[in-house]
């Protein structure tokens, strides 16, 4: 009897090598052990000489994947209390193979201005769901909010 490898473990295999490339001026380091998170993400900037300089900043980032353009992802209540008690910011990168794009929202910042704002019960429910509303496109800019989470 042989193995098989599903479209769900080729999908989430091609997720995470999409976002290790497009995350490649960064140091981007897998978190082998998952317990919540993927990768640990060490920004970093380009110095004038074509080197760069490594900040103190990091991240988490959490990657999910669907082959539909589905811009939500059902997190349970134990995901979401796991990630806003992080120090560093949160990340759930969510890839749609059919547009070929990445959506994400820093779950902090996302706990603090919607859930506890819209669903002050969200604790007390098994799942809660997220919107994924930006586009991965503009790493200047996902940086900038990065830094300021």
């Known amino acids: 009897m042989t193995k098989k490898r599903s479209k769900n473990q080729k999908l989430e295999e091609l997720s995470r090598s999409k976002l290790r490339a497009l995350l490649s ?6 978190l082998p052990n998952d317990f919540g998170f993927d990768f640990e993400v060490r920004l ?3 110095l004038d000489s074509g080197v760069q300089e490594v900040s103190e900043s990091s991240f988490y980032i959490q990657v999910k ?7 939500f992802y059902d997190l349970d209540v134990d995901d979401w209390i796991l990630f806003v008690s992080q ?5 759930l990168i969510k890839y749609c193979e059919k547009t070929d794009i990445f959506y994400w929202e820093i779950v902090q ?3 603090w ?10 604790k007390t ?7 994924l509303k930006n586009k991965l496109e503009d790493l200047e800019l996902f940086k900038k909010y990065i830094l300021d989470a």
């Open 44 to 46: 970093c900037s380009l």
């Open 87 to 91: 120090k560093l910011p949160v990340v």
């Open 25 to 30: 001026d960064w140091i981007v380091n897998d």
């Open 65 to 71: 994947a669907s082959m539909s353009e589905d811009k």
């Open 125 to 131: 429910k098994k799942k809660r769901r997220m919107k």
């Open 113 to 122: 201005d919607v859930l506890e704002k819209s669903y002050s019960d969200w």
């Open 109 to 111: 910042t996302y706990v």
